[in-house]
């Protein structure tokens, strides 16, 4: 972890903004009369943050883990509404100092390039009335988060939340299979209303920050907001076209594979089909508790690199993880870097079925590229943008997979990887619909609802492989983007795990030919963290930094490849 110059306390506890107030406004009022003091500020600034990050991850943890606590949503909602705004005015004041200093020119450009862009980019798009805005968004996605943590499945007279219930859709029994999609439908239509107000409220809103900050639309204000600085909206545009050529062809042939294996005719491929198992080919039963998947995943980190491992010790001594579903539980999972503490928290919602396994896998990778940027001094390098951060997580995946032997057995484990395998293929397309969504929800911010879900019924439709016989879930179809929590908390934050895929991909494709050479070039590239531009870490790792057409076909080719000679073992 990085040592602090002891310009602010890390045992500082904010209650309200008063309590951290004075950090900021004595940096405002710092004289900068040399290239050290300009240094100076942007240290201290660093640390005041990090202390204030934490504190408000720590909020947004606890209100996620008890989503009907009022003690916990009334603290997280002081920090977005109160604490955070105000500190976001004046953090902008002082980059804005920083920026304009006379000596800001002669700060170590090595040291300094990226955050020099990251600087021009927030001076020219900030506008201090987005920042109440903002604050009032953040309300809106607790609320979505308490809506969703409320709704739960009746199966059998047993009321479950809707990951365990999810289990279910992996039943041999078809019949069952069909209960439960049917269960899902009615559960999530009783939100339907709640959850399209709440959209409704948000894209008003961003239209307006979009707005104020002299942009067309928000598509475009957050494209710069999230610094953006190696491709433009077009390049992405591109991208969605291509996954469309080259990913849904594959993805229709695994879905020809699922109507062999269940034994059905081709107009009779269902929705609830998509998971379902045989009698011979029983869902995937990895663990039965989370003490139970935490200590496995340790033992497969352990294999990986012995220093991975101790690091997931270390947060489980910390008490950082929350992995069990359970009804008032946020849904979804993520791994929230603790700024102060140096470590990270794994939350998830847990269920007992594979992909809870690669989901821990995901935010394993996530925890360990933390780890290996905690001691770096600047806040702004810690953080990675997504297209970096994103390949640690999913290369993790594809890494670990090789040692899944210690959730299964040589067969299970082969099942295992082939689902896996499905699943990147499947999430291209489905990445590529939710954000092909996206971008026109905020480039036709005045529609309707009815022609909201007319749009996203057709992106299925053109993302999909043709297969699947949508009679009598048509409506269910339509209002399939609601279960994207990505579209109301993080919106834009989503075509990164396209573009990370394909970086991950090439790491699983180095690790399967030189595991040493590959796991050190993954170290260098990720304690990099975001002191330099992406196609520069990616480079460190030793992957190309390309979301072409034709680098898209060439890993597509590769990964159908790896499909068939595990489908093949399993014959």
Known sequence: MYQTSGYISDDLIINKWSDIKPFFENLLNEKIENVADLESVILHLSEVLSVLHEQHARAYINMTCHTNNEDHLKRFEMFTTEISPAADKLSHEIEKKVY????????????????????KRDIEIFREENVDLE?????????????????MVTLNGEQMTLPQA????????RAVREETYLAF???????????????????????KIARNAGYLNYRDYKHDDLHRFDYTVEDVVTFHESIKEHVIPLQRKIEEKQIERLGLEKDDFRPWDLKGKTLNDTALRPFTSGRELLDKTIEIFARI??????NL???????????????????????????????????????????????IMHEGGHAMHTFLTNDESLIQYRNSPAEVAEVASMAME????????????????????????????????WVAVIDSFQHWLYTHAKHSIEERDECFDKLMMEFGSGLINWEGSEAYRRMFWQK?????????????YAIAQLGALQIYKNYSENPEETLNAYIKGLSLGNSCAVPCVWEAMNIKFDFSAKNLKNLMTFLEKEWLRICDMLL
């Open 100 to 119: 304009k200093s006379s000596f800001f020119s002669e700060l170590p450009q090595e040291r300094y390039q990226q955050l020099k862009k990251q600087y």
């Open 135 to 151: 604050a009032k968004v953040s309300t809106l996605s607790s609320q979505f988060s308490q809506c969703v943590g409320r709704l």
């Open 398 to 429: 594809l890494i670990s997979s090789c040692h899944w032997d210690v959730f299964y057995n040589e067969k299970d484990k082969l099942k295992a990887q082939r689902e896996h395998l499905e699943d990147i293929i499947s999430v291209f397309s």
């Open 305 to 310: 690199k012995p220093a991975f491992s101790a």
């Open 185 to 207: 439908i009615k559960t999530r239509q009783t939100a339907r209303d709640e959850l399209n107000e709440i959209l409704n409220n948000m894209i008003a809103l961003r239209h």
């Open 484 to 496: 994207q929590l990505h579209i109301f908390e993080v919106p834009f934050y989503y075509i990164e």
């Open 166 to 173: 999810a289990v279910f859709l992996e039943s041999p029994d």
């Open 313 to 359: 010790k270390k947060m489980d001594e910390a008490n950082l993880f929350d992995l069990e579903s359970r009804p008032n539980k946020a849904p979804g999972g993520y791994n929230y870097g603790l700024e102060v503490t140096g470590m990270p928290f794994i939350f998830m919602n847990a269920a007992g079925v594979h992909t809870d396994v690669v989901t």
